[in-house]
């Protein structure tokens, strides 16, 4: 199911606090995720054995209860995350810094989609998830807060996104988390295609601008932040050379409702090297994992 990548527009700004911030801060996704669809053998990954973290991993939390909402005639969105992809180091104040692009996307068969409401009191701006019902009718939850970036330049939802670094176990297995934790607030927009065979996919970007009034996610697409941009890294202070696993988590507090929060991680497994880290190939894992641990 190969993605495919449209030609970016520049966004259209929705509110007067739109402007080139975010333009800045979407700029070269179609490149993180045509690179990610690059690389051969990722298929693979999800059928190994122990390579892939286990489903203890996964999500325990569901939604809150809404006694008013029959979640059978929801027509749900469901978060993904791919393999965190162009992977940079680079030396910070408390020493290695490992920076990450990140592609969530909705693989569901309604939408994510966020509405926000200035309160005239404070200017605090709530939000509300708009779910759709089987017979067209809508229901609102809500959600949390729109909160201003100054570094982005734009609204984003808090929670949203969960970056962390786990030591491996001889077998490979996710050990203990090393690095990161943090969870990572986000602008939601379609910015690129990556499963246009879905059905409920729709070719044009429905979402395009990171204002307080609107934002989401349509299914099929795939919201992604590059490397360089604010929040994009993980300090790895005196984390020694090594093999590791990068973790992506959407949705880790089960902010928003989704169809399965068992599937919102996306791994890639990593060597560090100094001033390098390379992605490791499905297949070559095993025997690297067994090397760094003198065990062949
Ligand atoms: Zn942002």
Redesign the pocket.
Known sequence: MPGRILPRKDHEPTDPWQGI??AM??VSRSFVVAAFWLMAGWGSIANGPSMWPRSEFALAHTPIDDPHLDDSMLVLPDLRTLPPSALEIHLGPHGRVLRLANTVWNSGTGALELAGEVSPADRRVSVSQILTRLDGSSHVKFVGEFVW?P????W?INDFALYQVWSLTPLGDLERVVAGGAKV???LIDTDVVSPDLPGFVAGRTYRG?GRDRQGLSVGWGDT?APY???QDIELADLPDGLYALVSTVNPVARLMEANYRNNTGVVYIRLVGSRVNILMPRDLAKEVCLSHGKC
């Open positions: 911030g975010e801060a979407h970036h570094g982005h330049n734009h984003h607030s986000y602008c990171c932040y941009l604010d929040g």
